[in-house]
């Protein structure tokens, strides 16, 4: 396929750019976009066909399962069987930002996203761009790092291009990522909560709210 790049400004994108984007997810294509973390890579997590696009596109093994985008604290009852209270005030804390709550998932979240392990990361993203893009698709994303399965995850969508041309649809450039890191995974369905990936929220500020962090 042929890869488009869109330039736009980070802070106030630009309207049309964020259309074309959702509508490229909606048709069940691949976009690349970025948040304060790395680049990302997105796509309808509701269509099992573009899910497998992605997986192929960055040659992510199947049992290894995909986060889901959201705007907010709000969204994640629409994909958990519960809503445990230290999620809720994770989230009020640090989102948007770059912090991966990893919880039960409900029927919503397909096998091609939680790769049957029953459970799915939920992230809030701290960018106007890959928020705007959220809401112009009108559904959930999934959206892991734009890069091929192994490689150092994209900081610019130059690095994203250099990585997937010719195998997403579109990249939309808002100059390099403020964090140019992952974010940090934390399992909330484990007791004691466990990180099973350091990123941009530390282990001492989560501790703040979970005494008992494994």
Not at 67 to 73: E, L, N, T
Not at 122 to 138: C, E, K, S, W
Not at 153 to 163: D, K, T, V, W
Not at 164 to 180: F, K, Q, T
Request: glycine share 8%.
């Amino acid at each position: 396929m042929e890869t488009r790049l869109l330039r736009t400004d980070p802070a106030h994108p630009d309207p049309a750019i964020l259309q074309e984007a959702g509508r490229i997810l909606r048709a069940g294509g691949l976009v690349v976009m970025p948040t304060e973390t790395v680049y990302g890579l997105a796509a309808d997590a509701l269509n099992p066909e573009a899910v497998a696009a992605l997986r192929a596109a960055k040659a992510r093994p199947e049992e290894k399962p995909l986060p889901v985008m959201v705007s907010g604290a709000a969204d994640i009852p629409m994909f958990t069987t519960e809503s445990p209270s230290n999620a809720l005030s994770l989230a009020a804390a640090f989102w948007p930002g770059p912090l991966t709550l990893v919880l039960e998932a409900n029927q919503r979240v397909g096998e091609s996203v939680h790769a049957g392990t029953g459970k799915v990361g939920l992230r809030a993203p701290d960018h106007a761009v890959a928020q705007g893009i959220l809401l112009a698709a009108g559904r959930p994303l999934a959206l892991t790092s734009a890069n091929i399965a192994g490689q150092a995850p994209a900081r610019s969508a130059q690095e994203a291009l250099a990585a997937l041309n010719g195998r997403v649809d579109l990249i939309v450039d808002a100059g390099p990522a403020a964090l140019g890191e992952p974010s940090t995974v934390l399992d909330l369905t484990c007791d004691p909560p466990r990180i099973l990936r350091p990123g941009g929220v530390s282990i001492e500020r989560l501790r703040r709210l979970l005494s008992d962090l494994a």
